[in-house]
């Protein structure tokens, strides 16, 4: 037996859970959390005993001893920004968590579990590659507002993780490459992985880039503004149609991608427009990242839930080929990523880092 890893990643609706033995997944689920539950709390950090208990419960119930692992591993809320890497989840961390001073996202909850659970037991808790990971360009940040710039929140566990396994199989060091990287998911980023730093992405929260399944991405500021100030909508309210009431779920009344799917083959025509209208706003969105690194792309990488969609990979995939080669790795290997990187920490193959 080798080092066992508990792994945690909080989603909107769902908490999924896994049990590593060294790289060995012994055990994986998805505890699902309904919506009218979810809704019940105020905050995110107030469903920290509901799914907590939700994951111990579901330990329990498999037979697995939390008290025979050796690390527990979370995934990285909206911290400050910090630089790619494993870092041991500590009580500065925890408290900024708690206070969310970046905004609300249910990824908060991973470092705060992890650490309840590991000092539980007695064990060390970690995080890998937290979605506030910042490498941007200082020429990427600024915008033509002076009070405002541009913030690197995105999907960098996956992102981070899929440029290794794309590197491999281009048989070059990641750190050799320049690959444009597009997580399709509930949310969407496109980062520019220049030499192995992301240079740039979008803010896959706060309204930046492609429309996705529940984000409205982009939208012109002048008829947004006039909104906000209408008197028709909370703050609370121009929120949601940003982030959980926007995109695909604003046009159609559904996130769930197979019921879309459903609807494209039985003929609704409106319900494939706006589709490609997401294809291609995330096809306009890679368009532009080629220019970041002037043309120069090895690759073009499409990862996350969406691209088991062959639909919707061959829209993109049309669109933005002439730029590069399309690489396609469907799914995400966030758990995976979670427990190596806490696995190189205990192993000694690399040292957890602080968060200050």
Partial sequence: MGKKILAINPGSTSTKIAVFDEEEVVFKTTVRHSTKTI?????????????????????????????????????????????????????????????APRGEHASNLGCVIAKEIGDRI???SFIVDPVAVDEMDDIARYTGMPEINRASLFHALNQKAVALKAAR??????????????????GISVGVHKKG??????????????????????????????????????LD???????????????????????????????????????????YQIAKEIGSCATVISGAVDAIVLTGGLAYDQ???DEISGRTKFIAPV????????????????????????TAKTYE
Avoid: W
């Fill in 169 to 186: 199989d281009l048989e070059r060091p990641y750190k050799d490459l320049n690959l444009i990287i597009a997580h399709l998911g509930g």
């Fill in 39 to 99: 809704g019940q709390f105020k905050s995110i950090i107030e469903q920290y005993d509901f799914r907590k208990d939700a994951i111990l419960d579901t330990l329990d119930a498999e037979k697995i001893d939390i008290n025979t692992l050796d690390g527990v591993v979370g995934r990285g809320g909206m911290l400050k920004p910090i630089e790619s890497g494993t870092y041991a989840v500590n009580d500065e961390m925890v408290s900024y968590m708690k206070q």
């Fill in 311 to 313: 639909l919707l990979v």
């Fill in 197 to 234: 730093r992301v240079v740039d992405v979008n803010n896959a929260l706060d309204g930046d880039g492609p429309m996705s399944p529940e984000r409205s991405g982009s939208v012109p500021l002048g008829p947004l503004y006039k909104m906000c100030f209408s008197g028709k909508y909370t």
């Fill in 237 to 279: 309210e121009i929120k949601k149609k940003n982030y959980g009431k926007g995109g695909l779920v604003a046009h159609l009344g559904t996130n769930d991608g197979f019921e879309i799917e459903k609807r494209i083959k039985n003929g609704d025509e409106k319900a494939l427009f706006i589709y490609r209208v997401m294809c």
């Fill in 327 to 350: 690489m396609v790795y469907p799914g995400e290997d966030e758990m995976e990523s979670l427990a190596l990187g806490a696995l190189r920490v205990l192993n000694g193959e690399e």
């Fill in 122 to 124: 007695g064990v060390p």
